[in-house]
């Protein structure tokens, strides 16, 4: 062996064998057990960075693992090809969309090639190709038949200037992000998909996912938003009736006023009073998101209307038109109880509106309520009559019953989630393979005309939808009755095409979207790994998707994926010039910029951006230090869940680590070492083999890394001995899937038959772990918070010092120390708090 691994060389000639070979193309019908680990397809943008390659290692590391412990393994790659940047370079660079996307791909494939990823290209898709997103056509009409589509007006932002819809992500500021103008909203006729069909079912599934982050669930928990309540009616002075919703049916004898928004058909109805149209107006000019309505100051305005409370029909509560109140949340109206909602409170200060007390806050039972803090915690019912000494559960349940014994309210439930809007007056996505006739009103495109493909001949020198003005595309026969008619021109939200992609990849049928047996052979996924900006609007419409699909009878899949990993990022110092200028870390050298000789501002530590300069291109790094010392750094220095910041050191260390692999690896200078064992390093080893395969498993590729670091020190201070070399060799499977060209290369230069990539994980002896380990019990305060596995023989001190240090017991101690330990070898530490 020469003594220096040679990865330039290495990596091209394993890839080209693994390509050549179809090692990672998996079979549907192998007979072995499958596993599905799926990687969050990359928006084909131009060039990968680092985020991908941290990614798309973990995944490989989980994939190749699989692999080696037996598993048929379906670790495939594509594109999600459609979206705004391709139709932003066409405007810029007067590139095609397509060609722009297509070159993209190109590179970036290339790029991914390069790590060596365990990746079947032969399932390779690309989601702006008509092979897949006609398939998807195929999807939406088949949800439009069962009831799962429709149309309804709905608001976008119509930039006046440049005469176009724009996405949220183009308004900057209320403005246009190209003219600059003030965004208006606009209604246009929008199509839709039920999700919100499935909201509970999205909520309760949830709770099964056993194998997914808490925080991303939460999220998940929240944007669903599901509140019970009371929906009632309050009697209005014009003689009509206002419905509002409440969580809080219990507070009702607290209520002193009705606000309605300004959307409500109240509001409208008297839009022709003075000043109202203008107050209407002022309203809408705010954002309408949630979050933008918290911290808005509240404005109302006093229609003179009053409405009727329902237990005491004398008291008048005056309505007010307020820009607190959302239109298409609950009934789009409510009842305010300012003493117990913050809204409500700063509103009725500002108009001088009653404040009445109706829960004990403790002592506090006093009907005027004077603070600025809204309560709103629990307590027992005042003032409010019948409700009086109840508490808030059963004062809720109580409201709720007389209401629907009187005939005037209904127990609720509402969902802050709204139904999916996938409409994009755009050019570059899925098209809406839907026909409007004048005679038949809107047509499903016949299926056997599917797909309905993208025209090439457009032009982006104007804005707008290409699609709207193009001279034939749009032109069509009816295809119920035969006259002339028109396409619809929107094209599917990109969120459509990530909602299924990950069913293409395990079936690819030509002749429809997926082969059903097939599918339900992968899915779900077993392990999904991505960044947790997915969390909630990808995942969900996955979901969603699935679901849909499983109401149609086409699929028996509750959930697509049942494993969910999210990882941290990759991070990098950020550098700022003398005249404040961002630096990339390649102009910086020794605290100077090279370019001027000027000192540097070295700022923080943030995730890599364009904006911030602060990125590392994966390339050249992969060119100076071989894919697998890259990929080991990205596995080696942080919890995969954290962030990883980046630094020259790390990658060279990593570099320098799969050198000694590479020395260690030589089993030349050792194979002197004959036939004695060496019980020590015998355990080790097998200690090692059930560590790392734990750590893959969970994910938790830092603490595999470590074990190696001691396995290998371990090796090198063996003396020469048959466990020795045995070690050796199954240190290669044990790093193969991490760094797999240093590992095929000195396979196979040790001569072993086939590819390390096919040869099977090393088994554990159990005789070698079970000796001298013990499980040992930590409680807190005889409560059991941990358990850790420890050596039978681990001093006393050394125990304690362990069941301090773990990462559970740190939390719940909190940084207090403890009162006492109580250490019972073999079998307990209890800490007493
Ligand atoms: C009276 C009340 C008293 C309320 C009280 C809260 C506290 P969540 O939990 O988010 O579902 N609400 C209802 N519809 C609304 C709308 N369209 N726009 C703005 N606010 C609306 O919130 C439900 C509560 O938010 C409802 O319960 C209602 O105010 C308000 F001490 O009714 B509540
Ligand atoms: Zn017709």
């Not at 941290?54 to 412990?69: E, Q």
């Not at 006046?160 to 600059?180: C, H, K």
């Not at 802050?416 to 809007?421: I, T």
Request: some cysteine.
């Amino acid at each position: 062996m020469v003594t220096r691994f040679n990865a330039l060389t290495a990596d091209a000639a394993w890839q080209k064998v693994w390509d050549d070979r179809q090692t990672f193309a998996a079979r549907d019908d192998s007979g072995k057990p499958h596993s599905y680990v799926l990687e969050m397809f990359p928006y084909p943008s131009g060039r990968i960075h680092m985020g991908h390659v941290r990614n798309y290692t973990m995944g490989d590391v989980l994939a190749r693992f699989r692999r080696m412990r037996g598993y048929e393994v379906l670790h495939p790659m594509g594109w999600d090809a459609f979206g705004m940047p391709a139709e932003n370079a066409a405007m810029e660079k007067q590139v095609h969309p397509g060609t722009w996307t297509r070159a993209n791909i190109q590179t970036m494939k290339a790029q991914l090639k390069r790590l060596g990823f365990a990746l079947d290209w032969s399932r390779e898709l690309a989601t702006c190709e008509p092979d897949y997103y006609g398939h998807e056509q195929a999807l939406f009409l088949d949800m439009l038949a069962a009831g799962l589509v429709y149309r309804k007006e709905s608001a976008v932002n119509w930039d006046p200037v440049d005469m176009t819809v724009l996405a949220n992500e183009q308004v900057i500021d209320g403005r246009g992000w190209r003219s600059g103008a003030l965004v208006e909203k606009r209604k246009l006729s929008q199509w839709f998909l039920k999700i919100t069909d499935f909201a509970d079912e999205l909520i309760e599934g949830l709770g099964r996912l056993e194998h997914w982050p808490d925080k991303v669930k939460l999220m998940q928990e929240n944007w669903i938003g599901k509140s019970q309540g009371l929906t009632f009616g309050f009697a209005v002075s014009d003689g009509g009736m206002v419905e509002v919703f409440s969580t809080r049916p219990d507070t009702i004898f607290g209520a002193s006023f009705v606000a309605v928004a300004a959307d409500h058909p109240i509001a409208q109805g008297i839009a022709d009073r003075p000043g109202v149209a203008a107050f209407i107006e002022r309203c809408k000019q705010g954002g309408t998101t949630a979050a933008e309505l918290e911290t808005q100051e509240k404005l109302g305005f006093d229609t003179g209307l009053t409405a009727a409370h329902p237990f005491d029909p004398e008291r008048r509560l005056p309505v007010y038109i307020a820009n607190f109140v959302l239109m298409d949340y609950g009934t789009g109206a409510v009842m305010g109880v300012p003493a117990h909602d913050q809204r409500d409170l700063d509103f009725a200060r500002k108009y001088g509106l009653e404040v009445r007390r109706v829960v004990a806050d403790g002592e506090a039972i006093d009907p005027v309520f004077a603070g600025t803090d809204a309560y709103t915690g629990p307590g027992a019912l005042v003032n409010s009559h019948f409700l009086d000494g109840l508490d808030v559960e059963d004062a809720k349940r109580a409201v709720i019953a007389r209401a629907e014994a009187g005939g005037w309210g209904k127990g609720s439930t509402v969902f802050r989630l709204r139904d999916w809007g996938v409409s994009r007056q755009r050019y570059w996505g899925t098209p809406i393979p839907v026909i409007h006739c004048e005679a038949c009103g809107v047509q499903p495109v016949p299926k056997d005309q599917l797909p309905v493909v993208l025209p090439e001949d457009v032009s982006f020198a104007i804005p707008g939808n290409p699609l709207d003005r193009h001279p034939t595309w749009k032109h069509v026969a009816c295809p119920a009755c035969g006259k002339p008619a028109v396409r619809e021109t929107d094209t599917l939200d990109t969120f459509a095409d990530s909602s299924w992609y990950f069913i293409r990849f395990a079936s690819q049928p030509q002749d429809r979207p997926f082969d059903r047996a097939v599918v339900e052979r992968w899915l779900p996924v077993g392990q999904y790994i991505g960044g947790v900006e997915h969390a909630i609007l990808h995942l969900l419409y996955a979901r969603f998707w699935t679901r849909a699909l499983r109401h149609m009878g086409q699929l028996d899949v509750a959930e697509p994926f049942t494993g969910l990993f999210t990882q941290g990022m990759v991070t990098h110092e950020t550098y700022r010039s003398a005249d404040n200028r961002w630096l990339s870390p390649d102009d910086v050298r020794d605290g100077v910029e090279i370019a001027t000789g000027n000192p540097v501002t070295v700022g923080r530590i943030e995730k890599m951006s364009k904006s911030k300069k602060n990125t590392v291109d994966p390339e050249p790094i992969v060119d100076r230090y071989g894919a697998d010392a890259t990929r080991w750094f990205m596995l080696s220095d942080s919890p995969p869940e954290r962030d990883l910041p980046w630094s020259e050191s790390g990658i060279e260390g990593a570099w320098r680590f799969v050198q000694r692999l590479w020395r260690l690896f030589d089993l030349d200078g050792a194979a002197a070492g004959g036939d004695a064992a060496d019980a020590a390093l015998d355990r080790k080893l097998h200690q090692t083999i059930r560590g790392v395969e734990q750590d893959i498993e969970a994910l938790a590729f830092n603490k595999a890394v470590a074990k190696i670091y001691e396995l290998c020190t371990a090796i090198e201070r063996a003396g020469p001995s048959r466990s020795r070399d045995d070690a050796v060799v199954t240190l290669m499977r044990l790093v193969a899937p991490m760094v797999p060209h240093v590992a095929e290369e000195a396979w196979s230069q040790h001569g072993f038959a086939g590819l390390i990539a096919d040869a099977a994980w090393p088994a554990v002896d159990p005789a070698l772990l079970v000796e001298d380990e013990v499980t040992i019990a930590v409680q807190v305060n005889g409560k059991l918070r941990d358990t850790l596995t420890v050596a039978k023989d681990i001093a006393r001190d050394e125990l304690e010092a362990m069941a301090l240090a773990s990462d559970k017991i740190a939390r719940i101690l909190d940084g207090k120390a403890p009162k006492k330990v109580i250490v019972v070898p073999g079998r307990l530490v209890n800490i007493v708090a």
